[in-house]
């Protein structure tokens, strides 16, 4: 089964740090961009972060930029969002997901959805 398993989430006070995982389940991730999205109670889903194949990034939203980081380890089939200072407006559950091909681009044209991981920031 192909599927990718986020994990990390948690309560974290404003200006706090986490570090979320995607591990990637029946299929590695080398010739793959991958993105994290996040969707807030009553929002849209909305893309945070890309990383293409080759390890340039691609920023999908303004807020993160100097914030977020994402990473990938091929060899473990991992991906990694680094998320400092973080905001209450950074609340929602945390998704992964890949492209069928290396280059980012736009937000749309991902598939494999994982389960999501909750990210709450409030004190």
Known sequence: ???FV???GGL???GGSLRLSCAASGFTLDY???GWFRQAPGKEREGVLCISSGGG???YVDSVKGRFTISRDNAKN???LQMNSLKP???AI????RKNMGACGTYRGYTNWGQGTQVTVSS
């Open 57 to 59: 990034t691609t920023n």
């Open 32 to 34: 793959r961009a991958i």
């Open 6 to 8: 986020e994990s990390g």
């Open 1 to 3: 089964q192909l599927q």
């Open 78 to 80: 991992m991906v990694y």
């Open 94 to 97: 945390y998704y992964c997901a």
């Open 89 to 91: 407006e950074d609340t």
């Open 12 to 14: 974290v006070q404003p």
